[in-house]
Every structure is written in structure tokens, then in C-alpha cells.
């Protein structure tokens, strides 16, 4: 005869009436260093009092200055065209700014860098540091 009675050979067979507790108490105790695991990464701010102070807001900063400049060489300060004595006064009343704006240089792709290198060495000696080249994001063909 078996354990559980599954092949008794006369009379009437019984089926087992319990529960059995030990795939419960599995998924409990997993589930139990789940929360213990997680319940300190739940509380990840600090608690900190922070003292009240007044202070004096911090100025915007200037406007970008788009500088561009066509395959013909032309030169354009905020969509406005200038010539070469009209740029190094600008770039230096923007060098005196604080704090200094930047120069966004739109160069045509066509331009001899010649052209762009020239602007660049204007900008530094006028006391310009924040330069950036702005180009289209799409793919080349």
C-alpha cells in the first residue's frame, strides 16, 4: 500500500481534503524580500530643513547673436547686413557685455572656410569666447 492511497486494491478510495501550505508560504517569503529589498529605494529624498533667504534674482542671460554668412560672403548680425567696420564695433560692444552673449555662425556650406576662420579671429581679438556653429540636423544625401 502507497502513502496516499492512490491504489488500494478493494473499497472505496478517498481523495485528500488538504491544503498544501508550502507553495504558499514560497511565494510569501519571496515576496516578502521583494518589499524588503524595494521599501529603502522608495525613500530616496533627503528630509532637509532649508534656512529662508533673500537674494537678488540672477539677471537673464543676453540674447544669442546669430551671425551668418552667404557663399558670397556677406555678413548678416540678427538677419541685418554689415559690413566688416560695422561687425568689429558690434563684437566689441558684445565682448563688453556681462555676461558675454553668444555667437551662434550660420556658414553656408558652399563658403570657403577661409571666410569662416576669418570671422572666428575677428570675434576672438574683439574679446568674443562663446562661439557655436549652428548646422542642419538632417542627413547628408
Do not use: C
Not at 38 to 61: E, F, M, R
Request: charged content about 15%; hydrophobic content about 45%.
Amino acid at each position: 500500500m502507497m502513502a496516499f492511497g492512490g491504489l488500494q486494491s478493494g473499497g472505496r478510495t478517498q481523495d485528500i481534503a488538504e491544503i498544501n501550505m508550502i507553495p504558499l508560504i514560497d511565494v510569501m517569503l519571496v515576496l516578502l524580500i521583494i518589499f524588503i529589498i524595494t521599501a529603502p529605494l522608495l525613500t530616496h529624498a533627503v528630509k532637509v530643513d532649508l534656512p529662508q533667504a533673500t537674494s537678488q534674482p540672477s539677471p537673464p542671460p543676453p540674447d544669442a547673436i546669430q551671425l551668418s554668412i552667404q557663399a558670397d560672403g556677406a555678413v548678416f548680425w540678427n538677419a541685418e547686413a554689415i559690413d566688416a567696420d560695422t561687425l568689429q564695433t558690434r563684437m566689441a560692444a558684445a565682448a563688453q557685455q556681462t555676461p558675454q552673449p553668444e555667437i551662434h555662425l550660420r556658414a553656408d556650406g558652399e563658403l570657403a572656410y577661409r571666410h569662416v576662420a576669418r570671422l572666428m579671429s575677428d570675434a576672438s581679438r574683439a574679446g568674443l569666447t562663446r562661439l557655436g556653429f549652428v548646422t542642419d540636423p538632417r542627413d547628408a544625401p
